[in-house]
């Protein structure tokens, strides 16, 4: 809700999205480590010539600041792919784009009726067992998934795509009001963002209730991906007979997974020994494979963002409108938004129409497509 009030988090969050300290806004804005503490604490609001540089620094509107509260995620809330790697400042980027989905969503939910959640608590089950479990409830059966994206859409998942300058971050989710909400690196290949996909999946069904605690809790979305992007029996009836790797990279594809994460499900159903499995790895490294192979599964994007932006479009708004509405411009949405945002609705608005009409659409997916 729109208000004349200067609101802190707002300034907080939108300089952890751009990688900023404290100190290093300070210095682009020209006044003292103090001030920029002070505003982020809520004690004075920034005078107008300093809330102009701040606005102009972090690449928002200046209407943004004043716009209500703007809530992102707290780093106990978030499950990091490859945790260990990144830097305080990296997680804090991821955070702060999270922070602006949620209000995207907000956006989107006074607009539309989204899917509804139905992602099961299944952590009374081993990751094995709870694969085996979501896609009897799903009713996939021992076939792959098509794209993993829409299958997430359709259960109410919130799906986005991750900021470009944080590419060191593979993947994370989180819940925010009871919706969850999965974000995708779209830097890394096909076969990877699906395997990331299943493996937040993982993390949102088996550790809802639970603080993210690293090694283990990796571990079980590993295992639990693994399992959902290949169900045992279906994995074991369409194995090749001779698990070579000329074989392995033709059957690959039919899963639409990498080639290690086929040799690693290989291996932990039976099919090929400790030597076998050591060998795969080395022959895939020897061939630059694990950087980049060959046949992989075909570009995943969401249906949930092109059918909004078709109805959108259709009602003359476009994505410069909605940036506008939230304080900021339309680049931050579309680094959200798989880039759908320039196919859907570019070009299309004339200016302030995302206020004024409230479309009660309900969008229902079919993810077996």
């Not at 829409?150 to 300058?165: I, M, P, T, Y």
């Not at 959902?228 to 001779?242: C, D, E, K, N, V």
């Not at 339309?330 to 004339?350: K, M, P, Q, R, T």
Request: with cysteine.
């Amino acid at each position: 809700m729109n208000n004349s009030v200067f609101t802190p988090d707002r300034l907080t969050w939108m300089r952890k999205k751009r990688g900023l300290t404290k100190t290093a806004l300070a210095q682009a804005v020209g006044v003292d480590l103090r001030s920029i503490s002070a505003y982020e604490a809520g004690e004075f609001p920034p005078g107008n010539d300093t809330l102009q540089l701040l606005a102009k620094t972090l690449t928002v509107r200046e209407n943004f600041f004043y716009l209500g509260d703007l809530a992102g995620p707290e780093a106990e809330q978030v499950s990091f792919r490859a945790v260990s790697k990144l830097s305080a400042v990296k997680r804090d980027m991821a955070r702060g784009s999270a922070a602006i989905a949620f209000a995207f969503c907000k956006w989107l939910e006074s607009h539309f009726e989204l899917p509804m959640v139905s992602i099961p608590d299944l952590r009374e089950e081993g990751p094995e067992q709870a694969a085996v479990s979501l896609r009897y409830m799903w009713g996939l059966a021992e076939k792959p998934v098509s794209n993993m994206v829409h299958l997430l859409e359709s259960k109410g998942v919130r799906v986005f795509s991750l900021a470009l300058d944080i590419s060191d971050v593979d993947a994370l989710c989180t819940w925010r009001d009871d919706i969850p909400y999965v974000f995708l690196n779209t830097k890394k290949s096909n076969a990877r963002r699906r395997f990331d996909a299943a493996h937040e999946l993982g993390h949102l069904v088996l550790h809802r209730h639970g603080e993210y605690d690293g090694r283990v809790t990796e571990q079980e979305a590993d295992e639990f991906a693994s399992a959902f992007l290949m169900p045992r029996a279906g994995f074991i009836a369409s194995a090749p007979r001779l698990p070579d790797l000329k074989n392995i990279l033709a059957h690959k594809s039919h899963w639409g997974v990498s080639l290690a994460a086929y040799i690693v499900r290989l291996h932990r159903v039976g099919l090929i020994s400790d030597w076998h499995y050591r060998t795969l790895f080395q022959q895939i490294s020897q061939r630059g494979y694990r950087k980049s192979e060959p046949s992989d599964h075909k570009q995943e994007l969401s249906k949930l963002f092109q059918m909004l932006f078709l109805e959108l479009k259709r009602d003359g708004i476009s994505v410069h409108d909605i940036a506008e509405s939230m304080g900021v411009y339309a680049s931050d949405l579309n680094d959200l938004l798989f880039n759908l945002a320039i196919v859907g609705v570019e070009g299309s608005g004339h200016g302030g129409g995302s206020q004024d009409r409230n479309p009660d659409l309900r969008l229902v997916i079919d993810n077996t497509k």
